[in-house]
């Protein structure tokens, strides 16, 4: 297991910060050595969860040009034709996934191609599953499209994740399951796909990024 490049002043910041309450309680109130225990124990386990939500788990990916791989892990909230007003501006099929702050955060290329947009937006910070998240949140929008298709992936902000990574610029050819960016805190990620797309999975599935198919092209 490694640790995401975006976590390490995250990490750091919460070991000063952390070490600084504990030494703190421990100076001021020597005479209550529980109190001292709880607040380190406290810090320690709190400290390890936000090691563990920079992660990046060793996997063995799938792959395939026909293939929609899980842009990242979470629970499958979405499958419906819905109209998409941004790039396609027509009728899609959406998949939308929800990641809690116990996922893998790492947010993957579902498809080989070339990038045809990306761009951010900022907005609200309603929380992921809300209807009109997908269009109101702060978001960042990316294109990717090949001989097979063309598939839009939305990074979502939600009522903690307040910051989105996206490492995609256009023209750029990418390989299905790189890195495509990293949502902070629990989100969710919307793909488009063309009607009439044979969808893999079903509501409420736990899918991992990389590893589950979420169509067939």
């Known amino acids: 297991m490694k640790i995401h490049r975006e976590g390490l002043a995250s990490i750091l910041i919460a070991f000063v910060v952390l ?9 001021f109130l020597p005479g209550m050595p529980l109190v001292g225990n709880i607040v380190a124990a406290f810090s320690l386990v709190l ?3 936000i090691i563990s939500f920079f992660r990046i788990p060793a996997r063995e990916m799938k792959v395939g040009e026909n293939l929609v791989m899980a842009p990242c892990d979470g629970k499958v909230v979405v499958i419906e034709e819905t109209y998409e007003p941004e790039y396609f501006k027509d009728k899609r099929l959406q998949v939308s996934i929800f990641m809690s702050p116990a996922n893998v955060h790492v947010n993957r290329n579902p498809i080989s191609g070339e990038v045809k ?3 951010y937006h900022s907005g609200k910070y309603l929380v992921a599953w809300h209807p009109k998240s997908s269009t109101e949140n702060e978001r960042h929008t990316v294109v990717i499209g090949n001989g097979k298709a063309d598939i839009l992936v939305r990074q979502i902000a939600g009522a903690l994740a307040r910051r989105i990574v996206n490492y995609l ?13 990293f949502i902070k805190f629990g989100s969710r990620v919307d793909l488009y796909l063309p009607i009439g797309t044979k969808v893999n999975v079903q509501l409420e599935q736990v899918v991992r990024s990389g590893q589950t198919i979420i169509a067939t092209l």
Do not use: D
């Open 19 to 27: 070490a600084l309450i504990s030494g703190a309680v421990i100076y």
């Open 117 to 119: 947009l990306s761009q």
């Open 47 to 49: 400290f390890l969860f």
């Open 169 to 181: 610029k256009p023209g750029m050819q990418v390989n299905q399951n790189e890195e495509l960016g």
